[in-house]
């Protein structure tokens, strides 16, 4: 069955340094969507990349897709304070099956 | 404001208690899900629904019932729950059932089941 796992589970760093995080999946997708969650809050969308794409950017976040690897990352360029937060990757399969989420990176960005 | 509201927004319960969370969605999504967050877990699916028909239930405990009046609105009925059921419980929404498209969420609904 799918499974996502990010890595790392959890990262620190400075504002200004660039943060990237890596998600690794099991079987083939159609696309795959990172998320990023607030603390106790719900989940936001921010961008999906589709699996006969390899890159894909959206202002400060740029993730890359490598299919024959089966992995996704999400690099955010230039961290705030205000990207503090979990992301999420999500595998989206074939057919008519429901998105599949990994346990999360939690990223701290300290002023 | 994501489209997509939860209320309560806290609850907390005994275990004999019935309760209920609601979610409404004001994006003419046809499809709503229910999702499970837990402490160290990945997100679990519970529940989707596609033109107010449940089309999924993730092998979930019948002390967890859905119901879909309609494709914006969506429940969560609680009985006899225990206190491992203590989580976020979040709503979404989108267009088809498919992967294909994103995801709205709601806030969730943090639940206290003591």
């Known amino acids: 069955s799918q499974q996502g796992e990010e890595d790392p589970q959890a990262l620190s760093i400075q504002e200004g340094e660039n943060a990237t995080m890596n998600c690794s999946y099991k079987?083939?997708?159609?696309?795959l969507q990172w998320y990023r969650q607030n603390s106790g809050r719900g989940l936001v969308h921010l961008i999906l990349?589709?699996?006969?794409?390899r890159e894909k950017h959206s202002g400060r976040l740029r993730v890359t897709l490598d299919t024959s690897k089966k992995s996704s990352s999400l690099l955010i360029t230039a961290s705030r304070a205000a990207d503090t937060a979990s992301y999420f990757c999500?595998?989206?399969?074939?057919?008519?099956?429901?998105?599949?989420f990994g346990k999360g990176t939690r990223l701290s960005v300290i002023a | 404001e994501t489209g997509v509201t939860q209320t309560p927004r806290h609850l907390v319960m005994g275990m004999t208690n019935k309760k209920s969370l609601k979610c409404e969605q004001h994006?003419?999504?046809?499809?709503m899900y229910w999702y499970k967050q837990s402490a160290k877990k990945p997100l679990e699916l519970m529940f989707v629904?596609?033109?107010?028909?449940?089309?999924e239930n993730n092998s979930v405990p019948s002390r967890f019932s859905p119901e879909c009046p309609n494709s914006s609105h969506l429940f969560l009925h609680l009985h006899t729950l225990q206190p491992e059921d203590s989580a976020l419980y979040l709503c979404?929404?989108?267009?088809?059932?498919?992967?294909?498209?994103?995801?709205?969420f709601g806030e969730g609904s943090r639940l206290t089941v003591l």
């Open positions: 990349i589709r699996s006969n794409e």
């Open positions: 999500a595998m989206g399969g074939e057919g008519n099956t429901p998105l599949v």
């Open positions: 979404a929404s989108s267009l088809g059932t498919s992967g294909t498209g994103e995801l709205f």
């Open positions: 994006l003419g999504h046809n499809a």
């Open positions: 079987t083939s997708i159609n696309n």
């Open positions: 629904y596609n033109f107010k028909e449940q089309t």
